[in-house]
T-cell receptor, first 114, second 111 residues
């Protein structure tokens, strides 16, 4: 069964450093998303991406964040200068037809900023 | 309360019993989805119910949607220890690309 894969599973980084979280969505999906979940809290929407551009983003997704689909298969989330409060589990998701259909989530990348 | 609030926050039942979780939301929605999350792992889609549907079944899962009350419920029948997980509702609004997740219900099924 096709699945969304994310790498790495765990990333530890120093405050102020740049991190890139990687995702390979399901191959025939057209909509891509990043969500995050701070430990013990809700899953929060960060950004959605369709047709090679951001379709929607949340207030969390400020200038420190960017997304890219560099080669037609990978979908990346970059955090330019990490802060302690960026520590969270980051989930990538993909879907066939936007929000009218289910989203398939990866297993997540646990980001720890020290 | 915020969009997608779940009730109860935690539920502990014996294997074989039914588990019911409720979700309330505030805005008009296109659809409502239920997801499951095992501890520290990814979210698994369980079921999607559209705003013009009232009830949907999938195996041991039954979801209802009452748009007049802006609420949904997830019923898991004949629960198993393997059903132990957190369950989240998530709403999708019209003209939006995002899911808004509730705070979740932690379900413990005791063997």
């Amino acid at each position: 069964e096709p699945e969304v894969t994310q790498t790495p599973s765990h990333q530890v980084t120093q405050m102020g450093q740049e991190v890139i979280l990687r995702c390979v969505p399901i191959s025939n999906h057209l909509y891509f998303y990043w969500y995050r979940q701070i430990l013990g809290q809700k899953v929060e929407f960060l950004v959605s991406f369709y047709n090679n551009e951001i379709s929607e983003k949340s207030e969390i997704f400020d200038d420190q964040f960017s997304v890219e689909r560099p080669d037609g298969s990978n979908f990346t989330l970059k955090i330019r200068s990490t802060k302690l409060e960026d520590s969270a589990m980051y989930f990538c998701a993909s879907g066939r037809q936007g929000i009218n259909t289910e989203a398939f989530f990866g297993q997540g990348t646990r980001l720890t900023v020290v | 309360s915020q969009q997608g609030e779940e009730d109860p926050q935690a539920l502990s039942i014996q294997e074989g019993e039914n588990a019911t979780m409720n979700c309330s939301y505030k805005t008009s929605i296109n659809n409502l989805q239920w997801y499951r999350q095992n501890s520290g792992r990814g979210l698994v889609h369980l079921i999607l119910i559209r705003s013009n549907e009232r009830e949907k079944h999938s195996g041991r899962l039954r979801v209802t949607l009452d748009t007049s009350k802006k609420s949904s419920s997830l019923l898991i029948t004949a629960s198993r220890a393997a059903d132990t997980a957190s369950y989240f509702c998530a709403t999708a609004e019209y003209s939006s690309y995002k899911l808004i997740f509730g705070s979740g219900t932690r379900l413990l099924v005791r063997p």
